[in-house]
């Protein structure tokens, strides 16, 4: 009756996780997708208990555990429950035969918390509350279950690493701590770890800690948390396309540009430069280099001449002037970027 209740009021439907079952009473590890349920139900379990938790881990599986799990349940739990240890926690069921299905046997236990007091830290009187706070320990971080045929049943055992259900000064302690969901995670678990619609979440390593997504085949450097684009792509996050088909030119790489050989401009270094004309023609089209230089007289001097018959719009000859033109990387009159070219003009002329 509690179980079914259970499972109306917190829980969706679960899937069912069959069990292949062995003879002779044997035990056997279980498969990887039997694996897959149990851990996911039991995460999904453990993020969805009220109030909710701060500081609630994810489990991982552990086939170290799996393994004294297989040899715990081999033993058809004829003995003794293993007393709650640090190093190591227990829960364990006895299935009716041919069960199939251990999610049930889960939800039995995640039902014990419906008889949990968690302001006061213990279980109703007369109930069994150590499966629950076990399941939902926060700092249970490795899980291992096995499972065995014995006469009349089948025995399933579970073993969690660190344990659960301590005590302090002989007082039992809450399994988790109280807060908004991943709100205390430590500083090697900051990561949140969310899978469900009902928002709950858990405490995990975080799996990128730079918070950055690279794009277009990018590779993250963790230490940097700086993306190394490939070939063709540039940005942050190497979301910027740019072009690799320099066609009179090198590629740069760093600047994700062509380098053009001389006589050639434009984006892909495809465009072919006007050709040479005499300085005392107007509109002649003439290189800029795109670096700063020294204002000498000499280069003073022609650009004033060259700003007195008008020549390429330039204007009057002050230093900020020269400067600008220098830098506007076009060839004027013609609007080609020729940064190549007339170098050695310019420098004789410096």
């Known amino acids: 009756e509690l179980l079914g209740a259970a499972r109306s009021r917190m829980w969706p439907p679960v899937p069912v996780i069959p069990i292949h079952r062995a003879t002779g009473g044997e035990s056997w590890a279980l498969s990887t997708k039997e694996t897959f349920l149990v851990l996911s139900l039991h995460n999904k379990l453990r993020s969805q208990v009220q109030p909710p938790a701060a500081n609630m ?15 715990r349940a081999g033993g058809c739990l004829a003995a003794p429950a293993p007393a709650p240890a640090t190093q190591l926690g227990w829960s364990e069921a006895l299935l009716p035969a041919g069960a199939g299905d251990v999610g049930a046997a889960l939800l039995r236990w995640f039902a014990e918390g419906q008889r949990y007091d968690y302001a006061a ?8 509350c150590r499966h629950y706070t076990q399941l939902v320990w926060a700092t249970a971080a490795r899980l291992g279950c096995g499972r065995h045929t014995c ?4 025995a399933f055992a579970c073993a969690y690493s660190p344990g659960g259900n301590w005590e302090m000064n002989g007082k039992p302690i809450v399994p988790y701590k109280q807060g908004a969901w991943c709100s205390l995670c430590t500083a090697g678990l900051s990561g949140c770890f969310k899978s469900w619609d009902h928002g709950g979440g858990l405490c995990e390593v975080p799996r990128n800690p730079c918070r950055v997504a ?16 490939p070939r063709g792509y540039t940005g942050r996050y190497c979301q910027v396309r740019c072009s690799v088909q320099c066609v009179h030119g090198m590629f740069r790489t ?10 050639y401009s434009g984006a892909e270094c495809a465009s072919e430069c006007a050709p040479e004309r005499s300085p005392s023609s107007p509109g002649t ?10 204002m000498s007289p000499g280069l003073i001097a022609w650009h004033s001449s060259q700003a007195e018959e008008g020549w390429a719009g330039l204007t009057a000859p002050s230093p900020d002037n020269i400067r600008r033109n220098l830098e506007k990387k076009m060839c004027f009159g013609a609007q080609f970027q020729c940064e190549q070219r007339l170098w050695s003009l310019l420098a004789a002329l410096m």
Request: one cysteine or more; glycine letters at 8%.
């Open 254 to 263: 760093e600047e994700c540009s062509c380098l053009c050989h001389a006589g």
């Open 57 to 71: 881990q994810r489990l991982d599986w552990s086939e170290e555990l799996a393994r004294l799990a297989r040899a």
């Open 285 to 294: 089209a003439v290189p800029v280099i795109s670096h700063s230089f020294e």
């Open 151 to 154: 006469a009349g049943g089948e």
């Open 121 to 128: 830290a213990r279980c109703a009187p007369n109930a069994t």
């Open 214 to 229: 690279c794009r277009n085949g990018g590779r993250l450097n963790m230490s940097s948390c700086q993306c190394t684009c």
